[in-house]
C-alpha cells in the first residue's frame, strides 16, 4: 500500500485541524529575523502522545522558509546559510547542554551525504559532501584542531552497494568514534510549493521510510549511540500525495455543488478514511513510489548544496558569536 | 495552463472511444516476432484530418513494447536492439525509397542527443551518444567510408546555453551537411506502465512541446531540409495526467456509486470537458510542469541508453540482411 | 615527432637568451597592484618578426600568476577574478576602440567551453561553462538587455563528436551572430609552478596545436570572422618537456663536473639542438601526446573554474567603474 | 624523496640483471592460451628473501597483457573478461585450499573500488563499481543465495573524506562480515606501454604506497584478517620513472659516445645509485606525486571496467567449468 507522507514536521503539523492548530505534546513557535524575508518555525515534540500523533519521534524541527532560495541570488543564500550555521550552532548547543556531547574540546563531526548521486533529486546530501571542506586528515597530520574535526562519507544506496546505509555508518562509527553525525537527506514534502524553498534541520536523526529514498533503516542516537542531526530540503512530492490533495479538494468542491442541489448526502458520508480508500482502490501499485519533481531540480540542488555546505562550515568552523535564544513566543 | 499529454503515438491512439477504435487519416498495424514478447505497434499518420485528430503531424509511428526492458537481461537488450537496428534500416530504406534520402553511396548520419545531461529522466538522449562510436573523424582522415558516417552531439539545454537546440543543430548542419538526423530524446507518457519499457521510432522528427524537456523549437524535415527519424523513450508521466487519470476513474466510480441511489444526475452532467475544467480549477498553475518518475530511473537511463546506442550501430554499421516489409494486416 | 611546447606566451618569453631579455618585435610589462600578491604581466608580440620568435601570433596576452590560487581562500579568489574582470574589460574595451567590437549597445558574448569534459585536466572549459549564468534565453523573452547577452556551449571533443570544435562553433556562429567568443581551455606550461597558479588571457584566440588537447583548428578573428578572446589556465606539462629540462639541466651538472676533470669537450658540442636530437633518440614515438599533472587537479579545476567564471560575470555584468590603463613601465 | 616504482611484480621483475633473470624466492612462469594473443605472467613471491628483493609481499601475481585491450573490440574484451574470470576462480580456489576461505556455501564478497572517481586516470576502481550487480540486498530479501553474495563500496580518498580507506573498509568488515574483499584499483607502472593494456591480479591485497593514489595504508589479510585479492591496471607513469627511465638511456648513450672517444672514464663511475642521487638532485621536489597518463585515458577507463566488471561476474556468478591448472614450465 502507498503511503501519504510528508519529512517535513511543519507539513504534519499544518495537516490537523484548524490548519495546525493545538496539538498535545506538540509546541509550535513562528519567528522572523528583522528584515530577513526567512520564515522561521519550529515544532518541538515533546512526549509520546505528541510523537503519536504527528507520526514523527521526540525532538526539535527547526524549519526555514524562504521562497527566494528558489533564486540564484549569491546574498541571499549567504544569508540562508549564515542562518543555517547559526540554527545548526544552537543545536549543538543544546546537545551539549544535555551531555548527549562532550561540552570541551573540538567535536568530532561526520557528515553522512545521503541519498542516490544518480538521480537528481535523491543527490543533495552526495552534492553538499563534494562540497564540504574536511579536516580530519590535516589534523592529524599537524597536530590538535583547534575548532572542529569533520569528516564525511557519502554511503551510496542499497541498489548499488548490496548493504543498507545504517552498516556503512555504523561500521565507520566503530572505527572513527566521532562525537556526533550530521545526515543531509533530500526529503518528500506534501506542498509543491515548499520544495527547494524549505530547509528542515532537527535533532531526531534519519526514520526508516523517510527521505526521496526511503530509507529503510533509522540512523539516530538509539540506533547509533551518537546524536544524529539531520538536514534536509525537501526536492520531491510523492505522486500518491498530488493525487490524494487533488480529491480531496475535489470532494469538497462537488459537495458544495450539489449541497445547493441537496444531493451531497453521500458524499458528505465520504470522511477522510474513505476518501483515502477511494483513493487506494482507484491508484495501481507501483504508484507509491513514484514522485513528482520539478524540471530544474538539477539547479535547486546545485545551489542548496553550496547553501548548506556553507551552512555546515559556519556551524562549525567559523567565527564565535553568542547566539541568544530566541524568546518564546 | 498546463497540458495533458502523450509524446507516443500509440497512447494517443488509444484515447480514443473504443479503445483506440477507428479513426478517420490513422491506420494501425500490431504485430509479434515469432518467439518474441516484442510488441510491435505502428501507426501511420496518413493525412490532415488523421494529423489534427492525433495532435501529431503525419508520418511513421512505431512503437516496441517489452516489459522485460525494466530488467537486465543481456540477451533481451541485445534481441530488442536487433530490433531497434532492424526497424531504423527499414525506416532509412523507404527515405531512401522516397527520395528523401540519397540512395548511393554511404549516409552522413548526425546524431542528436537531447535533455539535460543533468536531470536523470531527460539524460537518455546524452547517456546513447555517450556509448556511440562516431566514425566521421576516422574517415576524413583514413579514405572513403564503406558504410555510414556518423557524427554526434549534445547540444544541452536553454537555460545552460542561452541557445535552441534548433540553432546549435541547425549551425552544425549548415557546417557538415549530413543527410540525415537521428535525434534520441526522453519522452513524456499517459502511463505509468510505459516508463522505460517502450521505444518509440518515428520519423517525423521533433515537435514544440515534446520530450522531457518541452522542447520549444521542432527538429523536423521541414524546419531542417534533412530529414529527422527521431528515437525516445518514455521516462516521466506529467503529473497533471496522473491526477486527471485518477479524476475521471474517480468520477466513473462515484457515478456508479451514486446511480444506484438516484443521484447521478449531476455528476452526469460532468462531460470530459467539465471534468478537465475542473482539475484546472484544482490545481495549482505551477503543476504544468511537474512530472512524475520512478526511483530507479538511473538505471533504466543507464540500461536503454546501451540497448538505443546498439540498435543504432546495428543499423548503419551491422551486417546487411534484407529486412522483409511485414504484410500489413 | 613530438613537440616541446607551452601555451603561456610568458613562458616562451622567459626560454629567449638572459632570462627572456630583448625580443625584436615583444615588448614586456610586469607590475603587482598594491597590496595583492597577483603578479602581472602583458606580453605584446607587435609584429611578423616577434610572432615568428615566439612561435605565437600576434596580439596581447596578459598573465595573473597567484601560487596562492593553488589553495581554497575564497576572499583571495575573489581578488582574482575581479582583476579577470577587469583585465577582460579592459581588453574588450580596446577591441571596441580598434573598432573589431560595436561601440554601442549590449555585446552578445558566445562562451566556449574547450576541452574533454571526461578528462580531468582538460576540463576546465566545460567546468566554467557549468557555473557560467546565461541570459540570451532570458533576454529574447523580456525585452531588451541592458548589459550584455551571454550564451554558451560545451562542443566536446573530436574522438566524441567526429566533428572539428571549429564546425560547431562556426555553425553556432552562423545561427546566432555574436559580436565576442569568449573561449575557456586548459592549457599546457612548460614549469610544473604554474600548473593551477596562472591565468591567462588573450585577444589571439585558440590555435591549432594549443590546449592540453591539442586543438586541430584555430579559433581566431581571422578563422570565424568573431574577435576570439581565450581565457587559459595550464594544467598540464608535456611529458617531453619535462624530460628535455632535466635533461638540459644534468647536460649542464656532467659539463660543469667533467671541465673540472677535462673531459667537457664532447658535451660542450651538445648545442641546445643537438640535445633535443638526442632526446627524440631516446624517447618513444608515443610519448608526444603523454602528459604530466598533478594528482590533486581536480580540485584544481573545480576552484579556478569558480574564479573564472565569476571573472566572465564580472566583466559583462558587473559594476561599471573606470578602468585606469596602468601605466607602461 | 620522490620514489621510482611500478605496481607491477612482472615489471620489478624485469628490472632485474639479465631482464629479470633468476632472483632467489621469487618464481616466473609465462604462457599463452592457444589461440589467443593474451600473453599471461605467473610471478610467485616465495620468501622473504624474494619479497626483499622485489619490494613487494610474497604471494602470487598473475599478468595479462594484450595489447589490443587499447582497442574497442568488444569480442576481444570479452575472451580478456573470461580469462579473468577463470583467473579469479584459480585465485579464489587456492584460498579455499589455503583453508583461507570457507570451502562450503556461497562466499560473501565485498568489491571495493579504491582510487578518486574525480580524476579520470585514478577513477577505474569507481567505474568498476558502477559496472558491478551487487546482489547481497536482493538475497537477504529471497532467501538462500545460490552462488555467492556480492556487495560494493567506494570509499572515496582521503582529501574528500578526512578518512583512510582502512578505516572505511575495516567499519564496514565489522558490519557486514564478507569471507573475501576484491580491491579493485588504477595503478603506476613503469612502461608507456603497459598503461591500459595490462590487468595484474594478485592475493596480496593493497600495500601502502600503491596505486595512482598512494594509499597510505593497506588492506591485505593481515591488517584486516579477510584475504584481499587485488585487481589492478596501470593507468599512470610516475614523472620521475618516465625521467630516470630517460636520463639511464642518455648516460648509456653518452658512454657509448666518449668511449669511443676515450673520456668515458667519469660517465662510467656513475653507478646507477649516483645516477639516482643525480636525478634527485636535479628534480623539483614536487615532482615525485607527478605522474604522466596519456591523452584518451578516458575512454581506456570506460572500457576496461566493463572487462574488469564482466570479469568479476563471471568468476562468482558464472557457468561452473573445470578450471585445470596450467603446468608449470
Redesign the interface.
Known sequence: MFEIRTDLAVEEKESFPGNGGEVAGVSLREWRKAASSIKMTEVEILDAAGARAMGKPEGTYITMEAQKLGY?DEDYHKEVAQELACQLKRMVGNLKKARVLPVCGPLHVLAVGLG?P???P?ALGPAV??NL??????QTAQGLPEKA??????P?V??????ETA??V???????SPDLIIAVDALAARS??RLGTTIQLTNTGIQPGSG???HRHSLTYKSLGVPVVAIGVPTV?G?AA??HD??S??IG??WS??ET?G?G???DQLEPDDQYQ??C????P??G???????????TVKRLSFTISEGIHGAFFGEEEDEEEPERG
Open positions: 540564484q542516490n544518480s538521480v537528481t535523491d559532501l563534494g571542506r574536511v579536516n580530519r586528515n590535516l574535526v569533520l569528516s564525511g562519507i557519502v551510496g542499497l541498489a548499488q552497494t548490496g548493504m552498516e556503512i555504523g561500521g565507520i562509527l566503530h572505527e572513527t509543491i510549493r526521496v529514498g526511503n512530492v505522486a498530488i493525487v487533488t480529491i479538494s475535489m468542491t462537488l455543488h450539489m442541489k444531493m448526502d453521500y458524499l477511494l483513493i482502490e482507484l491508484l495501481e507501483e504508484f513510489s513514484l514522485y513528482v519533481t520539478p524540471p530544474d531540480i538539477d539547479q
